[in-house]
């Protein structure tokens, strides 16, 4: 793979990250889970997809596999993934709490 990053999609709505984390860590342990979040709604809601970063590369593979094969699922929806290509979030991306992301990565 060469990356310890994965985009996750079809996330539930309700989801958050405890949860993704959960279903991610049987591949590996996890480093960080950042899910999108819709700022112009209200109250905020979730996007449906986020990115989890492993603490090594193969766990990405072997997430990516299970994803492929059909059995990676949270809460009844199929899990769609794909290997993040850049190393960091985009300068607009936004924590579940509404915070930019490069405000949250530094503390």
Not at 1 to 13: A, H, M, Q
Not at 17 to 39: H, N, P, S, W, Y
Not at 59 to 77: C, E, M, V
Request: charged residues 25%; positive net charge; glycine residues 8%.
């Amino acid at each position: 793979v060469g990356c310890s990053t994965i985009f996750v999609k079809n996330l539930p709505y309700s989801c958050d990250e405890d949860a993704i984390r959960q279903v991610m860590t049987k591949f590996g342990a996890v480093r960080d889970v950042r899910l999108a979040v819709d700022t112009s709604a209200n109250p905020p809601r979730l996007k449906g997809f986020g990115y989890v970063h492993f603490d090594n590369q193969s766990s990405p593979f072997k997430a990516a596999q299970a994803a492929f094969a059909g059995s990676l699922a949270l809460s009844g929806r199929q899990l769609c993934v794909d290997y993040e290509v850049s190393a960091k979030p985009k300068g607009s991306f936004r924590r579940v709490d509404g915070k930019l992301w490069e405000e949250t990565a530094t503390k």
